[in-house]
């Protein structure tokens, strides 16, 4: 069956950094973009960044651009994220998603076909 298992989540102080991975089996990893969204407490799933099928286009949102970066490694069917430089704003849960269709950075959180349980990333000031 399809799995998306995060890992890498932790507690980390303001201007820290953490790293994400998300490992992907049941499905043809190589097949799908990826993307990484969040959820805090009492707000809406944002997405914060996504990943072509062969790694090529990536997209972030504003929020976090220049300070995370997205990778995958279609060898190892596993998704990254690294963090740097977080801040309390930053803290939520995270999750990892597959998608397969045209144009799939741009791909709203619906289109997407499978999703991880999420992992918790809390930052303090």
């Known amino acids: 069956q399809v799995q998306l298992v995060e890992s890498g989540g932790g507690s980390v102080q303001a201007g820290g950094s953490l790293r994400l991975s998300c490992a992907a089996s049941?499905?043809?990893?190589?097949?799908?973009?990826m993307g990484w969204f969040r959820q805090a407490p009492g707000k809406e799933r944002e997405g914060v960044a996504a990943i072509s099928t062969g790694g090529i286009s990536t997209r972030y949102a504003d929020s976090v651009k220049g300070r995370f970066t997205i990778s995958r490694d279609n060898a190892k069917n596993t998704l990254y994220l690294q963090m740097n430089s977080l801040n309390p704003e930053d803290t939520a849960v995270y999750y990892c998603?597959?998608?397969?269709?045209?144009?799939?950075?741009?791909?709203?959180?619906?289109?997407?076909?499978?999703w991880g349980q999420g992992t918790q990333v809390t930052v303090s000031s």
């Open positions: 998603a597959a998608v397969r269709r045209v144009n799939c950075v741009f791909a709203p959180p619906s289109d997407y076909n499978y």
């Open positions: 049941g499905f043809t990893y190589s097949s799908y973009c």
